[in-house]
């Protein structure tokens, strides 16, 4: 099983990122996958989670309105839509699989002038 984050970047306040997670070792349509972030000196929070078939999404208040989680289960990926973004989303964001715990290395999102 490997989750692989890629996308992340230095944005400045008010852009937009896109960041990807490619899923492989199991069957990927079949579950609810998560993206997580931990911003410098915090502990990791849940961004964002959406079912198996993807009809279904969640989001934290801080992100909500912003932030999009889609996925594509054709291509085992899933993706994080992040716009409007703001300082305070500078952080390290995961991709997770609930069901066996397991986590990508993280991609790192800096938003700074």
């Known amino acids: 099983v490997q989750l692989v984050e890629s996308g992340g970047g230095l944005v400045q306040p008010g852009g937009s990122l896109r960041l990807s997670c490619a899923a492989s070792?199991?069957?990927?349509?079949?579950?609810?996958m998560n993206w997580y972030r931990q911003g410098p000196g915090k502990e990791r929070e849940l961004v964002a989670s959406i079912t198996g078939a993807g009809y279904a999404t969640n989001y934290a208040d801080s992100v909500k309105g912003r932030f999009t989680i889609s996925r594509d289960n054709a291509k085992n990926m899933v993706y994080l839509q992040m716009n409007s973004l703001k300082p305070e989303d500078t952080a390290v964001y995961y991709c997770n699989w609930p069901y066996m715990n397991t986590w990508g290395k993280g991609t790192l999102v800096t938003v700074s002038s």
């Open positions: 070792g199991f069957t990927f349509s079949s579950y609810v």
